[in-house]
């Protein structure tokens, strides 16, 4: 059984006209001590995402409109909220992108640090201080008993984001969010905040789901990778497979937007025409055709599912592509293709 | 007389900003830049990365005079900016602009597009109305925007439309300079490419000269000639992009390369990270000497009591540091093989 399995996962929010749906049909799973990555552009529904598993979608701005969220077996969607305090923090934790507004500015860290300590392991003040001290330390913040006394202000950025870890980490969770926790950071301090996630994540095998619109940071981290575009999830599989056999056109451009500093300098990038739809304004069919090069008429007319690609059929990699199909049932692509310019001809 | 290969020549620039003190009715002097030296060559796209607060932005607006600065002098064209009176400098603000990051912040958003790059035509030129509009949508065009734009407001633009305005509103009085200040940071990767591809080829039909500021080393690389790295207000190496990224001699350039992601699980499983230990120091208190020390592994007793000095290497770029990494040549880009400390 996955440590956590998300089922066909919708979400809403309310809009001028009506609602828009952020997230719609999400499945996915994340093993125990397993790091799975959620990437996209802004708009795409990965952090709306994190926020549904984690019951953040308050009403009437937004609602959980279908699905479930089996967190160990247990559908976290349908827990009183009491039940599902006491899942967060020792079940599921969360890092956000910007530690200065998760943090409270007008308490030290330790404070801070012990509070969850005592509420959810229920230690005794001196306890949860000694304590407090330890994860500070496993986090590498040096001088770790005096930064006790500190207020957030007074922390640089990478300071917070390990301070925001050591929470997270502080009561033994199975699983931790971690949405776009290094995107505020400068390189070699997010380079610092990565290596220490990944080696607390091992050391602790604490399962991770790593949100990020940055495919790099992606490379070096996840073992499993989920593309999100327009509210769906349009590509799934090993990391390896993703980068060396992406299957989408979406990923493609992805891929081919970002000029890498191991190849040698070459032509111009070759960037996604147009830009996202507006979530009020999906278009029918797939939701990536009005920018695909490779798009047939089928594409505008109905929706692709999410299935096993034929290139790779033994890695558990999945696409949302008409083009990807197996040749004999009408496909037309193949990932030979995403180096070729795409001919418009319909065959 | 042969033309200055130099378009803009910057020396021993520095500029302060005055910070409240705690404890105190005067303010504390927080010096952002301290003594950068630059050459900007006709033609050329210049890079200049480095983390924030390194001053990388503050150097380019001191150098359009944005920000007067506290000491130095810029040099345009022949031309000294820093004791340019108001109105001989405006005259040259024609021939350099700026382009900024956020492309929500910098336009009007009760002027149509059309108004708004129109707007720097009538400080730089006696163009009638006619005239302007004409030269508006002929820029408007020139940067990917279709004509059916022109009497919209910016609210109906998404992020990557707005900041082909920005570009258009800088463009449009045909500068000869363009300071591009972090232009695609704010944009979704998709998006960035479009950009990014729009000036490279803006800057090939215009002959642009350029100063690219960014902190996303891979696409300095792909859009620069040259780069100059900066650290905590000091220019730390400065030569052919190439060259630099082949074979980085400050150790600060070093560890930035190797921080940067690659977006290929092999590559990032078998390369060897140099992870720099610690904070960037406040500038408000900056290190004696080398201001890289605090966080170099090389770092040696010299380095706390002397600054070292921009000084030209073999490949014939500049480096300021004591203890230079040594320059056997590579095959590949440093940020693969970057080795341990």
């Known amino acids: ?347 | 007389m042969s033309q200055d290969p130099n378009l803009v020549r910057v020396r021993d620039l520095a500029v302060d900003f005055k910070v409240p003190k705690r404890g105190s009715l005067l303010p504390a002097r927080l010096r952002a830049v301290s003594g950068v030296d630059l050459d900007i060559r006709r033609g050329e796209i210049i890079g200049v990365v480095g983390e924030s607060g390194c001053g990388k932005s503050t150097t380019g607006r001191a150098i359009l005079q944005l920000l007067r600065p506290s000491r130095g002098t810029v040099t345009f064209d022949g031309t000294e900016l820093t004791t340019l009176r108001r109105g001989p400098l405006r005259a040259m603000r024609r021939r350099m602009q700026m382009i900024f990051q956020d492309p929500y912040a910098s336009l009007n958003p009760r002027m149509t597009i059309g108004e708004l790059i129109e707007e720097p035509l009538l400080v730089h030129s006696d163009l009638a109305s006619a005239g302007r509009r004409a030269k508006a949508l002929e820029t408007m065009r020139l940067v990917g925007l279709s004509d059916q734009w022109h009497d919209r407001y910016p609210h109906e633009f998404s992020g990557g439309q707005r900041q082909r305005v920005g570009i258009a509103r800088a463009l449009v009085s045909n500068p000869e300079f363009v300071v591009a200040d972090e232009p695609v940071s704010a944009l979704d990767v998709s998006v960035q490419a479009q950009i990014v591809n729009l000036l490279e080829q803006l800057q090939e039909e215009l002959g642009l000269t350029m100063m690219f500021i960014a902190h996303d080393l891979a696409v300095v690389r792909h859009l620069c000639d040259r780069i100059a790295v900066m650290y905590l207000g000091t220019v730390v190496e400065v030569g052919v992009c190439e060259e630099i990224y082949r074979r980085p001699r400050h150790p600060y350039t070093k560890a930035l390369l190797s921080a940067v992601p690659i977006p290929d699980p092999v590559v990032e499983t078998r390369r060897q990270r140099l992870i720099l230990t610690g904070d960037v120091p406040s500038p408000l208190d900056p290190p004696s000497g080398c201001r890289f020390r605090t966080r170099c592994w090389k770092a040696q007793e010299v380095c706390a009591t002397r600054a070292p000095a921009l000084t030209a290497t073999a490949e014939g770029h500049q480096v300021a540091c004591h203890f230079p990494e040594n320059s056997e040549p590579r095959d590949q880009p440093a940020a693969i093989v970057a080795g341990g400390r």
């Open chain 1, 1 to 347: 059984m996955a440590l956590l399995e998300v089922r066909d996962l919708r979400t809403e929010f309310r809009a001028a006209r009506g609602s828009v749906t952020a997230v719609d049909g999400v499945s996915f799973t994340v093993d125990a001590g397993e790091m799975v990555a959620l990437v996209g552009e802004s708009g795409c529904g990965k952090s709306a995402t994190a926020q549904s598993i984690m019951g953040l979608i308050v009403p009437p701005a937004g609602r959980v409109t279908g699905g479930q969220v089996l967190f160990e077996g247990r559908d976290l969607l349908r827990l009183r909220p009491r039940e599902l305090r006491a899942v967060r923090g020792k079940g599921i934790a969360m890092i956000f992108q910007d530690p200065m507004t998760s943090l409270n500015p007008v308490l030290t860290i330790g404070r801070q640090l012990t509070e969850s300590l005592r509420l959810h392991l229920g230690l005794r003040r001196r306890a949860a201080r000694s304590r407090a001290v330890e994860l500070l330390e496993m986090v590498r913040i040096p001088a770790a008993e005096s930064r006790l006394g500190s207020y957030p202000h007074q922390l640089s950025g990478g300071m917070r984001q390990r301070v925001m870890i050591a929470m997270a980490l502080s009561c033994d969770p199975r699983l931790i969010l971690a949405d776009e926790i290094t995107t505020a950071l400068d390189v070699t301090i997010q380079a610092q905040i990565l290596e220490l996630l990944r080696d607390l994540a091992r050391e602790t095998r604490t399962a991770v789901l790593f949100i990020t619109h940055d495919l790099g940071v992606v490379a070096g981290m996840a073992e499993r990778v989920n593309v999100m575009y327009a509210g769906q999830i349009v590509e799934r599989a090993e990391t390896v497979d993703l980068f060396h056999r992406p299957q989408m056109p979406y990923t493609w451009g992805l891929l081919g937007s970002v000029p890498r500093l191991d190849l040698a300098r070459g032509g111009r990038l070759r960037p996604i025409a147009g830009r996202p739809p507006e979530l009020s304004e999906m278009p029918a069919g797939c939701r990536f055709a009005p920018r695909c090069a490779y798009a047939r008429e089928t594409c505008q007319q109905r929706t692709p599912e999410l299935i096993a690609t034929h290139e790779t059929p033994d890695r558990g990699q999945l696409t949302r592509c008409w083009g990807m199909r197996p040749p004999d049932q009408g496909g037309w692509l193949s990932t030979q293709d995403r180096y070729a310019e795409p001919s418009t001809e319909e065959s």
